[in-house]
Nanobody, 122 residues
């Protein structure tokens, strides 16, 4: 089992940057693929970025490709989401999730953090 805690959210102007962190407990962190998802008010949770267990493979939603970068430090039990050139439409609660396999689908992830709010002003 793994517990996830997100941090790094906040209020930023359009064009700015934020780095989100997802800190995990447990010695099995490197056994899990990690995904970042987001959910805006009135909308469904959507995939943002994912990374495999070793960090050798990453994938992104088209809406963030070229602006966001996911990475992981297995020694530190942490996954990061660097978000650049932020847009108002990026405003949402961002969640990290851990699962046995890399996937775009929220249902494939077993463990979720509590989320961190990102607000981008125009």
């Amino acid at each position: 089992q793994v517990q996830l805690v997100e941090s790094g959210g906040g209020l930023v102007q359009a064009g700015g940057s934020l780095r989100l962190s997802c800190a995990a407990s447990g010695r099995t962190f490197r056994s899990y693929a990690i995904g970042w998802f987001r959910q805006a008010p009135g909308k469904e949770r959507e995939f943002v970025a994912g990374i495999n267990r070793s960090g050798s493979s990453t994938y992104y939603a088209n809406s963030v490709k070229g602006r966001f970068t996911i990475s992981r430090d297995n020694a530190a039990n942490t996954v990061y989401l660097q978000m650049n050139t932020l847009k108002p439409e990026d405003t949402a609660v961002y969640y990290c999730a851990a699962g046995g396999t890399s996937s775009y689908a929220p249902g494939m992830y077993d463990y979720w953090g509590q989320g961190t709010q990102v607000t981008v002003s125009s």
